[in-house]
């Protein structure tokens, strides 16, 4: 049973950072290719980021890029997103998903952005 488990978001200023992390069980985490998504306040869930097994490749969305970084950890089971120069656009609950349409995710984190 695939379960997902995020965690490390809060409530953070304009141009400050914060470090998202999942931890996955109940599949092959090291030939999986994972994902981040987020869903901001009353707006779908749209797709962040996502990173090849073996962390070799990652691609972002155009609104992130520059500012987001993609990571795993093969060892731990995990899969990180570092966010910088966040912005107000940013907010939202981020999930992980080891799936492209993000069919099973985590329960989430918040990321709540405000001065």
């Known amino acids: 049973q695939v379960q997902l488990v995020e965690s490390g978001g809060g409530l953070v200023q304009p141009g400050g950072s914060l470090r998202l992390s999942c931890v996955a069980s109940?599949?092959?985490?090291?030939?999986?290719?994972m994902y981040w998504f987020r869903q901001p306040p009353g707006k779908g869930l749209e797709w962040v980021s996502s990173?090849?097994?073996?962390?070799?490749?990652?691609h972002y969305a155009d609104g992130v890029k520059g500012r987001f970084t993609i990571s795993r950890d093969n060892d731990e089971n995990k899969v990180f997103l570092d966010l910088k120069s966040i912005i107000t656009e940013d907010a939202g609950v981020y999930y992980c998903?080891?799936?492209?349409?993000?069919?099973?995710r985590g329960p989430g984190t918040q990321v709540t952005v405000s001065s």
């Open positions: 998903s080891n799936d492209q349409n993000a069919v099973g």
């Open positions: 109940g599949f092959t985490f090291d030939v999986a290719s």
């Open positions: 990173i090849s097994p073996r962390g070799g490749y990652s």
